[in-house]
């Protein structure tokens, strides 16, 4: 079936003047329509409302003005329960599992098999189990045990345990909402298989992502929402990437970007040998100040552990990391055993994961950002809340926070916004080294490229930054030197003159294949023969 024939057919979905006003308008006068079998992309800058539309069109939030029809019926659903239970669905970026729980028991929650002996809450561990299996073997769990607890998965596998809940009983409407900024490319595939078998029963799906080349792989049509109003919607074969980008953020955006002009000078933070385990294995590099030193390696390579063992998160056992006490001095080892003791040394990490680890989202702007510096907002150890705010305030202007005010929760501002809010946490206190991971991760292009421009102006004050990135031409953009982690090991370091992405990616690869040949060695003697 193709396009013209889903539009032929009457909308399975309708919205029209959709609206919705916090302490200011977010969205206002949304109209859309989908039709039964066919990806609708929505896509748009951070903050530009598609979360927004899409918690209403699943029943978490109610809008302010505008109606829709599902079915051709009146749809206003009081309820994410409610929608579901009219075969609309919604898999949100913030996971909705219980870590404590089984995959099993996560995946039928509400409706857990019971056996004969109903008045005693039995339940039917045998059917959970079957039941739970052939809802995984849907996204490509099947190696997994359902007795699993979820806490004890990766974050791309809890993503697709939350994907196989969604897709459990009748589901007219799915709404992906940044679906693979967690999955392995594997994954990523056998998603779009599930997709593709939606799309032949005649589900219809919105798909929320900043990754341009996805949208062209799953979608037929594009919605693309700016400031809060839905400002194109067409063919997705009608435009290109540089015409998407150029629609989500008012302008042109180049594949360039000038960081200013930096004066790269001695080594301010250096990492001698450090290792945990097999997960990182004595790993040394150095990071000037005034650099942007890229970390790059595929999945499971060590970058996230060579972050958490440098910042104390984790405890090394063996190497060290030094620090230069003051510009152009000779970097002294550091005693780190915990965050603390790196923060205290001028160390700063912006997690990978900042909604789990990196903000307090119901809190407010002004005490997310003070919480790196209690210290010049308290008085007598109390938080002075006129501090607090000047404090915050200061952030939010220096660094374009787009939101209401120092008052405002952080759980409601944009991804790319509560990026910038945990970035201003540390500006705040002045922290020499900066490491980021994956700083850009589920933030839209407009927003990467203040980020960016955010690292520049960090590294011409002269501060060392490390940037971990599963985006290869992100890290070969913004970089001056890339060092690359491969099964555990920094296999290689390339300066800007130096790199090209065969060479990158071959040095990715490189620790692999060197396990792969000790493994199938055959075995020596002493002297060396076989």
């Known amino acids: 079936m193709d396009l013209t024939a889903h539009e032929a057919q009457p909308a399975i979905l309708s919205v029209t003047g959709i609206g919705k006003t916090y302490v200011e308008p977010v969205l206002a006068n949304v109209d859309l329509d989908l039709h039964a079998g066919e990806v609708l992309a929505l896509t748009g800058e951070n903050g530009a409302g598609k979360s927004t539309l899409s918690k209403i069109i699943g029943g978490l939030v109610d809008p302010t003005t505008g109606t829709m029809r599902l079915g051709g019926s009146a749809?206003?659903?009081?309820?994410?329960?409610?929608?579901?239970?009219?075969?609309?669905?919604?898999?949100?970026?913030?996971?909705?599992?219980?870590?404590?729980?089984?995959?099993?028991?996560?995946?039928?929650?509400?409706?857990?098999?019971q056996s004969g002996l109903l008045r005693l809450g039995w339940i039917d561990r045998r059917k959970l189990r079957?039941?739970?299996?052939?809802?995984?073997?849907?996204?490509?769990?099947?190696?997994?045990?359902?007795?699993?607890?979820?806490?004890?998965?990766?974050?791309?596998?809890?993503?697709?345990?939350?994907?196989?809940?969604?897709?459990i009983g009748d589901c007219r409407v799915l709404i992906l909402d940044e679906p693979t900024a967690m999955l392995t490319s594997r994954e990523v595939d056998l998603l779009f298989e599930q997709i593709a078998r939606l799309k032949a029963r005649g589900v219809a799906?919105?798909?929320?992502?900043?990754?341009?080349?996805?949208?062209?792989?799953?979608?037929?049509?594009?919605?693309?929402?700016?400031?809060?109003?839905?400002?194109?919607?067409?063919?997705?074969?009608?435009?290109?990437?540089?015409?998407?980008?150029?629609?989500?953020?008012?302008?042109?955006?180049?594949?360039?970007?000038?960081?200013?002009?930096?004066?790269?000078?001695?080594?301010?933070?250096?990492?001698?040998?450090?290792?945990?385990?097999?997960?990182?294995?004595?790993?040394?590099?150095?990071?000037r100040a005034g650099e942007i030193f890229g970390v790059s390696g595929l999945i499971g390579a060590g970058r996230?552990?060579?972050?958490?063992?440098?910042?104390?998160?984790?405890?090394?056992?063996?190497?060290?990391?030094?620090?230069?006490?003051?510009?152009?001095?000779?970097?002294?080892?550091?005693r780190i055993a915990t965050p603390a003791d790196a923060v205290r040394a001028g160390?700063?990490?912006i997690t990978e994961d900042r909604k789990g680890e990196g903000l307090l989202l119901?809190?407010?702007?002004a005490a997310n950002v003070s919480l790196g510096n209690v210290g010049s907002v308290a008085r007598h150890g109390v938080v002075d809340a006129k501090r607090e705010n000047a404090l915050a305030m200061k952030q939010i202007q220096a660094m374009r926070i787009r939101s209401a005010g120092p008052a405002q929760p952080v759980g409601e501002l944009s991804g790319g916004n509560q990026q910038k809010v945990v970035i201003g946490r540390w500006l705040a206190r002045d922290c020499k080294v900066l490491l980021f991971d994956e700083p850009?991760?589920?933030?839209?292009?407009?927003?990467?490229?203040?980020?960016?421009?955010?690292?520049?102006?960090?590294?011409?004050?002269?501060?060392?930054?490390?940037?971990?990135?599963?985006?290869?031409?992100?890290?070969?953009?913004?970089?001056?030197?890339i060092g690359v982690m491969s099964a555990g090991r920094m296999t290689g370091i390339f300066s800007r003159d130096d790199w090209s992405q065969d060479a990158l990616l071959a040095a990715a690869f490189a620790g692999y294949r060197s396990r792969e040949a000790l493994l199938h060695a055959p075995e020596t003697n002493e002297a060396g023969s076989v």
């Open 130 to 167: 079957e039941n739970a299996r052939g809802a995984m073997a849907q996204v490509g769990l099947d190696a997994i045990d359902p007795d699993t607890l979820v806490g004890e998965l990766g974050i791309g596998h809890q993503q697709m345990v939350e994907i196989a809940r969604n897709l």
């Open 205 to 287: 799906l919105v798909y929320i992502s900043h990754r341009l080349e996805e949208l062209a792989r799953v979608a037929e049509r594009v919605a693309i929402l700016r400031d809060g109003k839905l400002v194109h919607v067409d063919r997705m074969a009608n435009l290109t990437s540089d015409q998407i980008v150029t629609l989500m953020v008012g302008r042109e955006i180049g594949e360039r970007i000038d960081l200013g002009v930096r004066n790269i000078g001695a080594p301010l933070l250096k990492v001698e040998g450090i290792g945990r385990g097999d997960v990182v294995r004595d790993v040394s590099f150095e990071v």
């Open 75 to 113: 749809y206003a659903p009081a309820s994410r329960s409610a929608a579901e239970a009219l075969g609309v669905r919604m898999v949100m970026q913030e996971l909705n599992l219980l870590p404590t729980l089984s995959v099993a028991e996560n995946l039928f929650l509400n409706h857990l098999p």
């Open 362 to 365: 119901p809190l407010p702007i």
């Open 440 to 481: 850009t991760r589920g933030i839209d292009v407009g927003a990467k490229f203040d980020i960016y421009g955010l690292m520049g102006a960090l590294a011409r004050e002269g501060r060392a930054l490390v940037v971990v990135s599963s985006d290869l031409r992100e890290l070969m953009l913004i970089c001056d030197r």
């Open 347 to 349: 160390i700063a990490l």
């Open 304 to 334: 996230t552990e060579l972050m958490r063992l440098i910042y104390g998160a984790d405890v090394k056992d063996r190497g060290t990391v030094s620090l230069a006490p003051t510009p152009g001095a000779a970097p002294v080892p550091l």
